[in-house]
């Protein structure tokens, strides 16, 4: 698509405001459905700070609203962020200090260096996201890379948690879920996310055989079980494999494994 | 939702976050292992949608909202931009309600 590989900075800037006006109305409607269907308004700004990870804050929110148990929503969360792990490897490079600010606060030999570039590296490890990877993994420049890492990452988590407060606002006022069609909004969204990563058919047979599962077993199993037993469907794929291919995951790979999402990502959007 | 699962699901997602900047030189995950993760949520997301999408409590949630849901499908499918897809969920569904379809 080509949007995010010019590197001169306005233009970065305008997709990175892009991306933001789109996980905003994502995390407008998140606040307002959480709110609406009866969460304190605490809940969704707590996790939209803590969690910051739009698609398991909506599956978590998702569960406890139809009746789930909070340890089922806390696992379907996690698993969906699991992808988190692999980001991270892909990104190391541009969380924390960049090499010149290591060599300078070697130089300097200073404490305040160390705990700044430490500062640094946890809050830039707290802002990896579909979206800000994705920015990153499109550059090869290394300065580049960092500065689109950053400015993604930060800019979403001010428009996402601005976004969410907007929405707990609105969700105060309407007080119920089907009031505008945002009972449909969650679904869409999840089914929005999940499309441009059922490109094969070992994932189309496992996300359907799973779906097929969780609809099924909604009527019989207490509420945020049927979604934990749709991972059953991983079941179709599962073939004793020989090892290959195992082998350092590098940003090699991490460029493959994301290449769809960034793709899709000014399109399609991903939380 | 009690503070303690909001904190749990933060503790883990930051600790998966975290995981990769620290472990890069000395780690290696198969990448095998990658596309199970990546499955895993997508079986997820897809569960997730369809039940979200069509069932409320134990029982059906009516025609109303698994058709906003469809149009917001297709439009996805068709890589519509985020914002129309989900303001499309929201007003099919919106729409046939007031129409009387629920």
């Given at each position: 698509m080509g949007i995010v590989q010019r590197t001169d900075g306005s233009a970065l800037l305008r997709d990175v405001a892009l991306v933001c006006l789109a996980d905003g109305i994502v995390g407008v409607s998140f606040g307002a459905t959480a709110v609406a269907g009866g969460?304190?308004?605490?809940v969704p700004v707590a996790m939209s700070l803590l969690v910051f990870a739009g698609g398991a804050q909506i599956a978590a929110v998702g569960v406890v609203l139809a009746g789930g148990s909070p340890l089922a929503a806390v696992v379907a969360g996690g698993v969906l962020n699991t992808r988190m792990f692999p980001y991270g490897l892909a990104v190391a490079d541009v969380v924390g200090p960049s090499t010149q600010a290591e060599s300078n606060s070697a130089e300097a030999g200073g404490r305040t260096g160390w705990v700044r570039d430490w500062s640094a590296r946890l809050f830039g490890a707290h802002v990896i996201t579909d979206e800000s990877v994705a920015f990153a993994l499109r550059q090869t420049d290394p300065a580049v890379r960092r500065k689109a890492f950053w400015t993604c990452g930060a800019s979403l988590f001010a428009a996402w948690n601005a976004a969410v407060a907007v929405g707990v606002v609105a969700g105060a006022m309407i007080k119920n879920t089907n009031a505008f069609g945002l009972d449909a909004t969650f679904p869409a969204v999840m089914l929005a996310l999940a499309l441009p990563t059922l490109s094969e058919w070992r994932t189309r047979t496992a996300a359907g055989t799973g779906a097929a599962i969780a609809v099924a077993l909604t009527p019989v199993l207490p509420a945020g079980l049927p979604v934990l037993a749709?991972?059953?469907?991983l079941a179709t794929i599962w073939r004793p494999r020989r090892r290959d291919g195992v082998g350092r995951f590098d940003a090699d790979n991490a460029g493959g494994f994301d290449a769809d999402g960034a793709d899709g990502l000014l399109m399609g959007g991903e939380l | 939702m009690p503070l303690v699962a909001i904190l749990a699901l933060a503790g883990v997602t930051y600790g998966f976050r975290l995981a990769g900047p620290l472990c890069r030189d000395r780690i290696s995950i198969p990448p095998a292992a990658t596309r199970v993760f990546a499955d895993a949520a997508t079986v997820l997301l897809i569960a997730l949608a369809a039940t979200s999408a069509l069932t409320a409590g134990h029982g059906f949630a009516g025609w109303a909202r698994p058709a906003g849901v469809l149009v917001a499908g297709i439009l996805a499918a068709r890589r519509a931009p985020f914002p129309v897809v989900v303001i499309a969920a929201a007003a099919v569904t919106t729409l046939l309600r007031l129409a009387g379809v629920h």
């Amino acid at each position: 698509m080509g949007i995010v590989q010019r590197t001169d900075g306005s233009a970065l800037l305008r997709d990175v405001a892009l991306v933001c006006l789109a996980d905003g109305i994502v995390g407008v409607s998140f606040g307002a459905t959480a709110v609406a269907g009866g969460l304190p308004w605490w809940v969704p700004v707590a996790m939209s700070l803590l969690v910051f990870a739009g698609g398991a804050q909506i599956a978590a929110v998702g569960v406890v609203l139809a009746g789930g148990s909070p340890l089922a929503a806390v696992v379907a969360g996690g698993v969906l962020n699991t992808r988190m792990f692999p980001y991270g490897l892909a990104v190391a490079d541009v969380v924390g200090p960049s090499t010149q600010a290591e060599s300078n606060s070697a130089e300097a030999g200073g404490r305040t260096g160390w705990v700044r570039d430490w500062s640094a590296r946890l809050f830039g490890a707290h802002v990896i996201t579909d979206e800000s990877v994705a920015f990153a993994l499109r550059q090869t420049d290394p300065a580049v890379r960092r500065k689109a890492f950053w400015t993604c990452g930060a800019s979403l988590f001010a428009a996402w948690n601005a976004a969410v407060a907007v929405g707990v606002v609105a969700g105060a006022m309407i007080k119920n879920t089907n009031a505008f069609g945002l009972d449909a909004t969650f679904p869409a969204v999840m089914l929005a996310l999940a499309l441009p990563t059922l490109s094969e058919w070992r994932t189309r047979t496992a996300a359907g055989t799973g779906a097929a599962i969780a609809v099924a077993l909604t009527p019989v199993l207490p509420a945020g079980l049927p979604v934990l037993a749709a991972l059953g469907g991983l079941a179709t794929i599962w073939r004793p494999r020989r090892r290959d291919g195992v082998g350092r995951f590098d940003a090699d790979n991490a460029g493959g494994f994301d290449a769809d999402g960034a793709d899709g990502l000014l399109m399609g959007g991903e939380l | 939702m009690p503070l303690v699962a909001i904190l749990a699901l933060a503790g883990v997602t930051y600790g998966f976050r975290l995981a990769g900047p620290l472990c890069r030189d000395r780690i290696s995950i198969p990448p095998a292992a990658t596309r199970v993760f990546a499955d895993a949520a997508t079986v997820l997301l897809i569960a997730l949608a369809a039940t979200s999408a069509l069932t409320a409590g134990h029982g059906f949630a009516g025609w109303a909202r698994p058709a906003g849901v469809l149009v917001a499908g297709i439009l996805a499918a068709r890589r519509a931009p985020f914002p129309v897809v989900v303001i499309a969920a929201a007003a099919v569904t919106t729409l046939l309600r007031l129409a009387g379809v629920h």
